[in-house]
DNA sequence: TAGATTGTTAATCGATTAACAATC
DNA sequence: TAGATTGTTAATCGATTAACAATC
């Protein structure tokens, strides 16, 4: 039942919630999960699960649910994460050898092939099994050849855009940035941030009503 | 502007935006800032960005904008990141170690104080300039006295939920979750997570839909 | 069968965007 | 002044949620 706009962002976020959940389901045993039972564990509403697994085409059975075993694929299958992406990492630094290092990536699809920095003293060392490269040695050919798709952008905020700019250059389709910096790259080229700032702005936004909220309470308790 | 349901979680998502392009501007000595330069520089719609100014009350000039510094000041007052918040971090693993040493956590109010760990070899060291202690250390009374607020919680997916049990039983305030798990937490307890699997599964859908309308557009030039 | 669950259509809700008067 | 920009009100858009018939 996709739509001509694509299935909605806030349903593609979901999705790796529902696959993780399902993949434990099935390491249980369990062959059927209904839309009730992945909402109460997720903290969702039922409705907005079954709207969600409607986007993947799967149809489920009244009464008892969804296969367990289709449904993760029909999620992996709209998410792309059945045809394994190749991705390079640039800037090994703290975060960036981190992310070299995840092993849950596997799971997503995605491998980290290489990683590429300025610092001489990395070059020819590994971050876990990945290599680091000197960033001058990244080329259009290397990113054909190995049918790299995605750059990891890990560099210090205030290079972020000139890397942008550089790999914009080299030809590379999408972008992760994990650089505190909002970049801006043309409109072919997929742009997607993990921003810590944002999710942390979030996190401090709630943290402050609850304090706002305790003050007030202890100011006046007949409330 | 207020309103009693607060500020809408997608403004507070782009405040962190707003924040670092108006500490650059600031840096350059620029005192004004309009909503279309905002706009510009972080592709957002001009109007978008003034609604989001609205809600921290500051108001501007017809033809020139708003104070560079009055604005500034206010985002992190309505963020609260003008008081520090201290915070621990749970599990010195590569990840846990990368945000222990990252630097810029300080702009948002967020100190990180120490690590706690479950391997033994840890414990004694340092990650940067963090401690790391046993885990079987962390008491009650040590989140009281030292005004611990939020843990960050960076241990394996299979240990998120159970060392959260055992934060929450210990009167921590918010986790901020960086497991690739989803886990349950009692409504007094401010949850946030960072997940890497939501990030790139957007990324994952853009990149796919790109991948499929090129091999459209190969197949049949003619369009 | 009875009743839990699905799938769809319609209503609601909340955020974005448009329109436009006010203003410096 | 002229015109760019603000601030507000109303319209639009898109996602969530409600309602309910279908069904196993």
Redo the contacts between chains.
Sequence with gaps: MENKR??P?PT??R???Y???LNVFKEEGREMASATMLAE???LKPIQVRKDISFTGIEGKPKVGFEVDKLINAIIS????DNA?DAIIIGAG??G??LA??E??GS???RIVAAFDTAEEKWGTNVGDVPIHPFDHLHRWYIEENHV??AVLTVP?DEAQHVADQLVALGI??I?NFA???I?VPS?V?L????????????????????ESREFNEEDDSW
Aim: proline share 3%.
């Design positions: 694509g299935i962002i593609i976020k999705f790796p919630s696959l993780r959940l564990e997720l903290n709209v998410l792309g994460w992406t703290h975060l050898s981190a290092r995840y849950g990536f997503y699809g995605l798709n995605i905020a389709m999408a992760w505190p910096k909002d801006k072919r997929v997607q941030r993990t921003d810590l700032a944002t999710s942390f702005a979030v996190l401090s936004a709630k943290v402050k009503r609850v304090m």
